[in-house]
């Protein structure tokens, strides 16, 4: 069920193998991608669009569901009703990559509310600069399925939704790594507790030779109870008395681990800036070791990662004015990260979109301790601009689109630009993506 990228990837991998397979896609045929659809055409498979049909969910032994349709769907509920099992991609993964008395696959795993994508990369870049084979797949971009191809892996470093996790009933990898724990996607899920259950979910089917990498300093993450062997990181310094654990001292990224403390380099050798990004590192310096890596081949890895394109990502400088795409924070928690990223400079934050109706209070409280002036876009502008003049802050510009804002960030003069919006970006673009991409265009265009 769903035509993206990952419903292709899964319907054209069981296609190959001999199964019948139903596409079913609920957007009419003319509103899909035409390169999907191209793909497409090469499979001799059963298609539908415009909807799901009653054939969709009565005809099949198995379904292979989009992350994008929640279990309380009527689909969904009419396919449990008729006892179908429906499942991720990241699941079925997960089960054609067992093997029965031979050694399977081992999954490198990645969730949390922020920062998902970056760990999943970071880890992969770190594991390939030490000569593995390890590719960063699943929600980040690279359906898990297209990987399954008899390449030889030595791991697979997969970022895992929680929407991806509701369907994921028996995933249990290798090395599971949880970052933090923010409200978000309450709506899809029905409820928090029902959002946390699927996150924590990922670690109750692990056998005791796994590892759970939590983040000691989230309270939520902390408290999870999982199967297999703890494995702790904290940048407030929380591990550095345990036994195993990554944590960050004197400015210094170290690890505990096999009976001895091991320093891998100093937080000004990494690329990537921001409190949130050192969690980030200290994830993936746990992964590293846990997947055989010493701190010399860490460090090599850690000290020559970039940030990833609309993650704080650096634009350009025009006119001694920084310019940083942060298209991706799509919520108020990411936002606030970033402004903390910048603790020399007050910024100029450009925020605003499609708004997600989540509070705002610790948002202007970090905004008048980091920004020097917010410009505001988009649907949520108003609400935005209310919040942020009821708690006593002044420098607020609404204006229509995002070329005025990029114009007037660099007009202001007052410090770096940062695009990190806070909101959704449907009201005005397609996606992050796309809302980052504009934005590096029009910061290239004044360049010139």
């Known amino acids: 069920m769903g035509l993206g990228r990952s419903g292709l990837a899964a319907a054209s991998y069981l296609h190959e193998r001999g199964a019948q397979v139903l596409l079913s896609e609920s957007q009419p045929r003319e509103k ?18 415009g909807g799901h049909t009653e054939r969709t969910v009565s005809w099949p032994e198995l379904i292979i569901t989009s992350p994008g349709i929640p279990p309380r769907a009527e689909v969904i509920t009419r396919a449990r009703s008729l006892k179908k099992e429906v499942i991720s991609d990241i699941e079925l993964a997960y089960r054609e990559t067992r093997e029965d008395g031979g050694k399977s696959l081992p999954f490198i795993a990645v969730t949390g509310t922020n920062g998902k994508s970056t760990t999943t990369a ?14 960063a797949c699943g929600n980040i971009g690279v359906p898990i399925m297209s990987l399954l191809d008899g390449r030889p892996l030595d791991f697979l470093v997969v970022e895992v939704s929680s929407y991806q996790l509701e369907y994921s009933p028996t995933f249990a990898p290798f090395v599971g790594v949880w970052l933090n724990l923010t409200p978000d996607h309450v709506d899809w899920h029905g409820s928090l507790d029902a959002y946390i259950d699927a996150k924590r979910s990922m670690f109750k089917n692990q056998s005791l030779s796994d590892y759970a990498v939590l983040n000691m300093d989230d309270s939520v993450v902390a408290s999870t109870i999982y199967a297999g062997e703890y494995f702790p990181f904290s940048v407030d310094g929380e591990c550095a008395t345990a036994i195993q654990g990554a944590y960050l001292q004197d400015e210094f990224f170290c690890a505990n681990y096999g009976s001895r403390s091991r320093v891998v380099c100093h937080q000004s050798e990494v ?99 980091y920004a020097s002036s917010v410009i505001l876009i988009g649907e949520a502008k108003e609400r935005f601009e209310r919040a942020l003049r009821n708690g006593g802050y002044s420098e607020v510009y ?12 660099g007009k202001l003069n007052k410090g770096p630009v940062l695009l990190s919006p806070a909101c959704a970006s449907f009201d005005m673009f397609k996606d992050f993506e796309d809302r980052g991409r504009v934005f590096k265009e029009l910061v290239h265009a004044r360049t010139k």
């Open 122 to 135: 970071l880890i992969s870049y770190i594991l390939e600069f030490a000569g593995r084979n390890a590719p």
């Open 398 to 409: 609404p204006v229509d689109s995002l070329e005025e804002a990029v114009k007037l960030g």
């Open 271 to 369: 690329r990537i800036i921001g409190k949130h990004n050192q969690e980030n590192c200290l994830a993936a310096i746990s992964a590293g070791l846990l997947a055989g890596l010493n701190e010399k081949e860490i460090k090599a890895g850690l000290t020559t990662f970039t940030a990833l394109e609309h993650r704080l990502e650096y634009v350009a400088t025009i006119d001694g004015v920084a310019y940083y795409n942060d298209s991706k924070a799509t919520n108020t928690d990411s936002t606030i990260k970033a402004l903390e990223s910048f603790p020399n400079n007050r910024v100029v934050l450009i925020a605003g979109g499609k708004d997600k109706g989540t509070s705002l209070n610790e948002l202007v409280q970090v905004v008048k301790k």
């Open 32 to 49: 899909v991608k035409p390169d999907l659809l191209s793909k497409l055409s090469t499979l001799n498979i059963e298609v539908e669009f």
